[in-house]
């Protein structure tokens, strides 16, 4: 089958943004299923230097680009967006879904004022409008894209607005934060300019497929982010995970093919929550500068520390992972000794799988499997990957990579060892399709 879902392993963060751009060359149309602006992909090729929020990563090869039905759509970041890529003489071949729904101004002004009622119980989102938008798609008084293209229809809008009022009566009796009238003129105008690039993607992918055209599935966030699955409630407002692929494409479970999986070498996580292995020493300073851990779209520090086994075989389970993709493997070099957690205690007791409650990842204590580590590496060590594969490499850091595989019963595919394209080494294609 000509299809790849692409998903995060871990708190998101984990360079997917660049992998589906090396590997969306290989396939006709890039699909971004879920998620919204929170979402923050970079992808660096020669000079250039392209961030994204919302736009599907292949748009940058000038791939079929579709946002599905299971993203939350920011059309100011969307114009942005495209502007961008039209002024790097790139012009972006669109799909928008016509049943995607719409973050508001009033869904950015509900995000901060949560946030800011939790006080030191906070979340730590993006205040980009994301859950809101995702309660009101779930509670029926959403606005989807289709909503704002029907000419005469604003029935919607106003029980939309209605409802909003309501809400906001809970924070202080706050007002709209714009006037209805302005938001909505201003939502249908982008609306419009965008209406030519509006279709049923569920039908275009389908007929797509049908075709033999092939299909990259490109997720945001990360599996310890999923609403149902991650660390509750530390996390998304959209499930993140493979089988989201389908549901929020609008195509058959039957319709996806492999599933590859990404993670870092060592483990991030930005904002709030658990996180066992944490580092909060040098070396987690060294993994924060050399690894440039600081957020796409907030710009926050992300919190480092050892790869973690545990959550990581828990997300290959639950995604289906038959590849994984290992990203930054080289910000580890010249770190005398490195550590990979592989189980966890728990008031004496020893666990190997991941815990659901937050109190008692909270209380983990990372049981570790420590290596040696390797020293300098320059860029031209790394390439000897892409003629010889891993045996090239420093007998230490093949140990370490070959460790994680028969840990998590899963086989390397791409090892990535800079930000830029060219850095990249695909050590198995099995998953990728076979006429391109």
């Given amino acids: 089958m000509n299809s790849l879902v692409v998903t995060g392993l871990q708190w998101g963060d984990e360079g997917k943004g660049k992998i589906v751009d090396f590997l969306s060359d290989r396939f006709d149309i890039v699909a971004r299923f879920q998620g919204g602006s929170n979402a923050g992909h970079t992808v ?41 890529l039209r002024g790097a003489g790139i012009t972006p071949d669109l799909r928008i879904s016509n049943r995607a729904h719409i973050i508001t101004p009033y869904h950015i002004q509900i995000d901060a004022l949560q946030e800011e009622l939790k006080g030191s119980d906070k979340v730590g989102t993006t ?35 209605k409802h909003t009022k309501h809400r906001l009566k809970s924070f202080s009796s706050s007002d709209l934060s714009v006037s209805q009238e302005d938001a909505f003129e201003s939502l249908k105008l982008l609306m419009e300019k965008y209406a030519s690039y509006v ?37 998304t407002s959209s499930n993140c995970i493979s089988a989201a692929a389908a549901i929020g494409s ?3 479970y039957k319709s996806l093919g492999f599933a590859l999986g990404i993670c870092k ?45 545990v959550a990581l075989k828990y997300a290959i389970r639950i995604n289906g992972t038959e ?14 000794t490195l550590k990979l957690c592989v189980g966890y205690e728990i008031d004496g007791c020893e666990l190997d799988t991941f815990p659901a ?27 000897l990957m892409k003629s010889h594969g891993i045996s090239m490499l420093p007998k230490e850091t093949q140990r370490y990579i070959t460790f994680i595989e028969k840990y998590t019963e899963t086989t390397i595919g791409i090892i990535s060892y800079g930000p830029d394209r060219s850095e990249t080494v695909i050590l198995n294609d099995d998953y990728l399709p076979k006429y391109a």
């Fill in 44 to 84: 660096i090729v020669g000079d250039e230097v392209f961030k994204f929020r919302l736009m599907p990563t292949g748009a940058v090869r000038g791939k079929k680009a579709v946002i599905g039905n299971g993203v939350v759509l920011d059309l100011e970041v969307l114009d942005k967006e495209f502007d961008s």
């Fill in 127 to 161: 205040k980009r409008g994301i859950g809101p938008t995702y309660s009101d798609k779930i509670s029926r008084t959403g606005i989807r894209v289709q909503d704002l293209l029907d000419a005469t229809e604003t029935n919607t809008w106003e029980r939309f607005i």
């Fill in 199 to 235: 279709c049923d993607t569920g039908h275009f992918i389908s007929e797509a497929l049908t075709s033999g055209k092939s299909i990259l599935f490109e997720g945001a966030q990360g599996t310890l982010l999923d609403i149902d699955h991650g660390t509750y409630p530390f996390v």
């Fill in 250 to 252: 609008g195509i058959s």
């Fill in 265 to 309: 070498a060592y483990t991030t996580r930005v904002g709030a929550g658990p996180f066992p292995s944490e580092l909060d020493d040098e070396i987690g300073i060294t993994m924060l500068e050399r690894g440039g851990e600081y957020g796409t779209v907030t710009g926050r520090a992300r919190r480092c520390g050892w790869l973690d086994l």
């Fill in 323 to 336: 590849f994984l993709a290992l990203t930054k493997i080289d910000v580890l070099s010249e770190i005398d």
């Fill in 357 to 383: 409650s937050t109190y008692q990842l909270q209380k983990v204590r990372p049981i570790y499997r420590e290596f040696s580590g390797w020293g300098p590496m320059k860029t031209d060590d790394w390439d």
